[in-house]
């Protein structure tokens, strides 16, 4: 295994020691937290202890990991195991944070298929929960899983790809820590390549007249639309040979203003309409081209909390306008954008794509602000829509509501019940999501 420094500063092997989720909102007390730098080590904790959470790096905003018992962490489980140049893929540790895999993966010439907003997570997290980017062609990370380890209750480590452990592999690879404990996990990626992402204000009324046509002219599009304004953001990446042309802070950083906007709103909610139509004067069209890993993440430092739905790609602009639309007349004000991206189906069991091509819609709210109202209005409208839920961020759903949206959700819950009868990995609130009508 590769030595790394500082992969995980805050993790420590210390008993009863509070736990909380990046935004703050989720937060538990476990029992102990265990770091384990093998896989015996980790072997023997998964044998001897009755309740585990995995955690990655506590990403997201849903009570995933929160324990009062066990909460282990693969933070000194990292690194690149193996590679087959031929095929750009390469086994990778579970617990390696995804800021981390260019160091291994870029001598070889990798690079991950595709990446979403931020690099803070664990592979392992990032893959159980269906994290996505934004682009018509492109799965989740998840969809460019080829093959995993899964190291499951009774101690054993199961080898699973389409030909060995079939079942396993369709359920395991969206399986948010419920079926064991992913230890190593072979990427289907791309010979390295460089990005160049583009960033421009759109009329909102021109971006729904020809979104179609742009999604197909771009390997990654998404927007970022305020409800009070009648410009959003777009940002396209595509695939260049041209020069680097690395990212400039620009002062004040977007970050500084949207925590001063995000202060300034939840003081005076009045104002929201107005600095939401100002966006203008600051969001100037901008052209970056750098290395994929460095073009991929944005900084985000003003911490929020999130709701996101997939929902089938020919309902995705009604569902888009109909949420702007609600949230323009809500109380519940944000000053956050609606985010809008596109990603490819897959056919993994508890995929919020499974074969549906969907658009992801999501909504935030500033940390310091509680967000059920907000989310619980949206939530309606994105379930008339025939929303499936992101597993990281938050929702109301329950088993009953899930049952209808996931084919195989029976399928699943079957191999979970039969992987670890003894729900040693499961949390009160999986067991909610899991079991209870
Ligand atoms: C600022 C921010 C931006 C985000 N941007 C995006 C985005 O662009 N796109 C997107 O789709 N999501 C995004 N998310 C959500 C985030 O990607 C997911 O919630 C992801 O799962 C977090 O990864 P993590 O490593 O923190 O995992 P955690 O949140 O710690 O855990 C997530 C799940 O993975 C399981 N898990 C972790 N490690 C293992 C393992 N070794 N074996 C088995 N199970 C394991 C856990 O048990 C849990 O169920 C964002 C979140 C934040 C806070």
């Known amino acids: 295994m590769n030595q790394l420094i500082n992969q995980a500063p805050n993790q420590q092997k210390l008993n009863q020691q509070k736990w909380n989720n990046w935004s703050g909102y989720q937060q538990s007390h476990p029992e102990q937290i265990l770091k384990p730098d093998s896989l015996d080590e980790l072997k023997h904790i998964v044998q001897t202890q009755a309740k585990i959470r995995v955690v990655g790096a506590g990403h997201s905003f849903t009570p995933l990991v929160s324990t009062d018992a066990t909460l282990l962490s693969l933070d000194g489980l990292y690194g690149v195991d193996q590679v087959k140049t031929e095929f750009a893929q390469a086994s990778i540790w579970a617990g390696t944070r995804l800021f981390n895999l260019g160091q291994y993966l870029e001598p070889m010439q990798q690079s991950l298929m595709q990446q979403g907003d931020i690099d803070q997570q664990s592979l392992a997290g990032a893959v159980s929960t269906g994290t996505h980017g934004t682009g018509v062609g492109l799965h989740c990370i998840s969809g460019y899983v080829q093959a995993f380890e899964l190291l499951t209750a009774s101690g ?104 001063l906007c995000c ?123 025939q929303g499936r839920p992101h597993w990281g961020k938050m929702h109301s759903m329950t088993a009953t509501q899930l049952k209808t949206l996931y084919p195989k959700w029976d399928a699943f819950m079957q191999l979970r019940e039969r992987l670890d009868p003894s729900r040693k990995f499961l949390n009160p609130y999986l067991e909610r999501l899991f079991l209870s009508e």
Not at 236 to 241: A, M, N, R
Not at 301 to 329: D, S, W
């Open 156 to 259: 054993e480590i199961l080898h699973c790809n389409r030909h060995e452990n079939p079942d396993i592999f369709a359920a395991g690879r969206v399986s948010l820590g419920s079926l064991g404990v992913l230890t190593k996990i072979t990427m289907q990626n791309k010979p390295r390549y460089k990005l160049k992402e583009q960033v421009r204000l759109c009329a909102v009324k021109d971006f729904i007249q020809n979104i179609d046509q742009w999604k197909a002219q771009h390997r990654h599009i998404e927007c970022f639309a305020f409800s009070h304004a009648d410009k959003l953001i777009l940002k396209t990446l595509d695939i260049t040979e041209d020069e680097i042309q690395p990212r400039t802070e620009s002062w004040p950083s977007e970050d500084t203003l949207l925590t």
């Open 263 to 385: 202060e300034l709103t939840k003081s005076f909610p009045a104002l929201n309409p107005k600095l939401q139509k100002l966006l203008g004067v600051f969001i100037k069209p901008s052209t970056f081209v750098d290395w994929s890993g460095k073009i991929f993440p944005t900084p985000r430092e003003t911490k929020f909390n999130e709701m996101e739905y997939q929902i089938p790609v020919e309902l995705g602009v009604e569902c888009l306008q109909a949420v702007l639309a609600g949230l323009k007349n809500s109380k519940a004000q944000t000053f956050f954008p609606v985010e809008f991206r596109f990603v490819k189906g897959d056919d993994i069991w508890l995929s919020p794509f499974y074969q549906r091509d969907s658009i992801s819609i999501s909504v935030h709210q500033y940390y310091k602000q509680a967000p059920r109202q907000l989310f619980d209005e949206v939530e309606s409208i994105l379930q008339h829509y």
